[in-house]
Each structure stands twice: as structure tokens, then as C-alpha cells.
């Protein structure tokens, strides 16, 4: 079974790591990280440093979890990206962290965590910092 992940390097992205984390071991899942920059950009605050990437899959490895680290370079919404790996994975859950926004944020650029809600075929825990 697989657990699929969005990470960002930001508090609700390592809140959704720890939650991943916790319902990994508590399955004894295979967890699959994602990340991605917003709609082909990769200079962005959402696309991970490649240490921020070293040092989770090393938090991984040390926590003993089967896991696999993926950033995303496609060009697709980060929501697009997850909801991709979920189905290519077969995920029996998919993880996301979340952040309040104000109404007209969420009309202006969209809601990552809406879409994956809205469109996952399997069940999502979505967690606050």
C-alpha cells in the first residue's frame, strides 16, 4: 500500500510530512513525497531546495520507511502532480497540508488543496501546522 504526499518546504508541508509519516508507520505503507513547482515555475518558494529534499529522504531512511522522494518538473498544477502520482500509485491515501487563504486568494490563484479534495479517488487527510 502507498501513501502519497505534497510537500512544500513551509510549516503546512512539514505538518503533511509528520502526518505522513505517523500514518506510514502506523499502516507500514510505502510513502511517496511530491513536489512541484506552480505551473512550470521552479525558482519559487514551493520547489525544494535539493538539501530540503536530501534531508527529508536521509529522515526517511533513518525512520526506516520505504519511501520515494519526487519532484515534479512537468509543467502541471501542483494538484495535477499529486493527483497523477496518487493514481500511477494506486495510493490508498493521500496526504496535504493546508493554510488559510482569503476568498479572493483562493479565486485568484486557485486552491491546490481544493482541487486534490475535490478530485482524489482516494481518501485525503488534510493537516494545519
Do not use: W
Amino acid at each position: 500500500m502507498t501513501i502519497v504526499v505534497g510537500y512544500l518546504p513551509s510549516p503546512p508541508g512539514l505538518a503533511a510530512i509528520e502526518a505522513a509519516i505517523a500514518e506510514a508507520e502506523l499502516r507500514g505503507s510505502r510513502l511517496v513525497v511530491v513536489n512541484s513547482g506552480v505551473l512550470g515555475d521552479y525558482s519559487g518558494p514551493s520547489f525544494a531546495e535539493p538539501q530540503d529534499l536530501d534531508a527529508l529522504d536521509a529522515q526517511l531512511t533513518e525512520r526506516g520507511i520505504d519511501h520515494e522522494v519526487r519532484q515534479m518538473t512537468r509543467g502541471l498544477a501542483p494538484a495535477d502532480e499529486i493527483l497523477s502520482v496518487a493514481a500511477d500509485e494506486d495510493a490508498e491515501l493521500i496526504v496535504i497540508g493546508v493554510r488559510k487563504r482569503s476568498p479572493l486568494g483562493k479565486l485568484v490563484t486557485g486552491s491546490t488543496a481544493q482541487q486534490v479534495l475535490l478530485d482524489a479517488t482516494c481518501p485525503v487527510l488534510a493537516v494545519k501546522a
